[in-house]
C-alpha cells in the first residue's frame, strides 16, 4: 500500500511478443494504485529503446521473444538502466532457467501459467530487493530441490570463487574488480548463489556456505 519509495506508482514496462498477454498485464498494472505501465515492447531492440527512454523500474520480459533470447534481451535492458528490477515470465519450470535468469541480472522468476493476482504478488515483493521465485514455480518437489540441496545445485567454478570472496566480506563491486567481471556479471553470480543455496541474503549465504564446508571460516588476515 502506501510503503512504496515516494509513494509514486513504480512504472513497469512490459516486453513480451504475446499481445493478449501483454495487453492483459497493462491493463492489471494500470487498475492498480501502486502501478503503472510504461508501455509495452514486443522486440529486444523496442524494449532497450522503450528502457532507456522512458527509464521504468520494473521490466517483465518474456524468456522467448520469438528468435530473441528474453535472457540476452535483459542483459541489454540492465545495460541501458541498470536500476531497474527484471522480472522473467516463462513457460519453462526447469530450475536451470531460474539460475540462468538470476545470472542475467534478473530480480523474479514468474511460470507463465500462474495467475495474475500472483504475478501482482510478486511484483510487488521484488520491489523490496530480493532474488524472488513465484511460488508456482516449481511446485513442492522441485522448489525444496532448487532451494533446499544445495549439494545438487552445485555451484560453477565461477560462483565459488565469488563466493569465498563474499566470505571475505567483500562487497559486489570490488569482487568484479578483483576478478576483472563487471558489476552487474558480479551481482548475476550473487543472484545464482542465493538461488542455490536457498537463502535471500549475503549474510545467510555466507554462513550457510561456511556451514557446509563450501568457504572457509575466514580468520586469516
Given at each position: 500500500?502506501?510503503?512504496?519509495?515516494?509513494?509514486?506508482?513504480?512504472?513497469?514496462?512490459?516486453?513480451?511478443?504475446?499481445?493478449?498477454?501483454?495487453?492483459?498485464?497493462?491493463?492489471?498494472?494500470?487498475?492498480?494504485?501502486?502501478?503503472?505501465?510504461?508501455?509495452?515492447?514486443?522486440?529486444?531492440?523496442?524494449?532497450?529503446?522503450?528502457?532507456?527512454r522512458e527509464r521504468p523500474d520494473m521490466v517483465v520480459?518474456?524468456?522467448?521473444?520469438?528468435?530473441?533470447?528474453?535472457?540476452?534481451?535483459?542483459?541489454?535492458?540492465?545495460?541501458?538502466?541498470?536500476?531497474?528490477?527484471?522480472?522473467?515470465?516463462?513457460?519453462?519450470?526447469?530450475?536451470?532457467?531460474?539460475?540462468?535468469?538470476?545470472?542475467?541480472?534478473?530480480?523474479?522468476?514468474?511460470?507463465?501459467?500462474?495467475?495474475?493476482?500472483?504475478?501482482?504478488?510478486?511484483?510487488?515483493?521484488?520491489?523490496?530487493?530480493?532474488?524472488?521465485?513465484?511460488?508456482?514455480?516449481?511446485?513442492?518437489?522441485?522448489?525444496?530441490?532448487?532451494?533446499?540441496?544445495?549439494?545438487?545445485a552445485g555451484l560453477t567454478a565461477r560462483e565459488s570463487?565469488?563466493?569465498?570472496?563474499?566470505?571475505?566480506?567483500?562487497?559486489?563491486?570490488?569482487?568484479?574488480?578483483?576478478?576483472?567481471?563487471?558489476?552487474?556479471?558480479?551481482?548475476?553470480y550473487v543472484k545464482a548463489i542465493h538461488l542455490k543455496?536457498?537463502?535471500?541474503?549475503?549474510?545467510?549465504?555466507?554462513?550457510?556456505?561456511?556451514?557446509?564446508?563450501?568457504?572457509?571460516?575466514?580468520?586469516?588476515?
Open positions: 500500500m502506501g510503503e512504496h519509495r515516494d509513494s509514486s506508482p513504480t512504472r513497469v514496462l512490459i516486453v513480451d511478443d504475446h499481445r493478449t498477454f501483454a495487453e492483459l498485464l497493462a491493463f492489471a498494472l494500470g487498475s492498480q494504485p501502486d502501478f503503472d505501465c510504461a508501455g509495452c515492447a514486443a522486440t529486444g531492440s523496442a524494449a532497450v529503446e522503450l528502457t532507456a520480459m518474456d524468456i522467448s521473444l520469438g528468435r530473441e533470447s528474453g535472457l540476452d534481451v535483459t542483459r541489454r535492458v540492465r545495460d541501458a538502466a541498470p536500476s531497474a528490477i527484471v522480472v522473467i515470465v516463462s513457460a519453462h519450470r526447469d530450475p536451470d532457467w531460474v539460475v540462468r535468469a538470476a545470472q542475467a541480472g534478473a530480480s523474479a522468476f514468474v511460470p507463465k501459467s500462474g495467475s495474475l493476482e500472483e504475478m501482482l504478488t510478486v511484483l510487488r515483493e521484488v520491489r523490496q530487493g530480493s532474488m524472488l521465485v513465484s511460488a508456482s514455480t516449481f511446485g513442492d518437489a522441485g522448489r525444496s530441490q532448487a532451494t533446499d540441496e544445495p549439494g545438487a570463487e565469488v563466493l569465498g570472496l563474499m566470505g571475505k566480506g567483500l562487497a559486489p563491486a570490488a569482487i568484479a574488480r578483483l576478478l576483472g567481471i563487471s558489476v552487474n556479471t558480479c551481482r548475476g543455496l536457498g537463502v535471500r541474503s549475503k549474510l545467510e549465504a555466507v554462513v550457510k556456505a561456511q556451514r557446509l564446508g563450501l568457504v572457509e571460516t575466514g580468520t586469516d588476515g
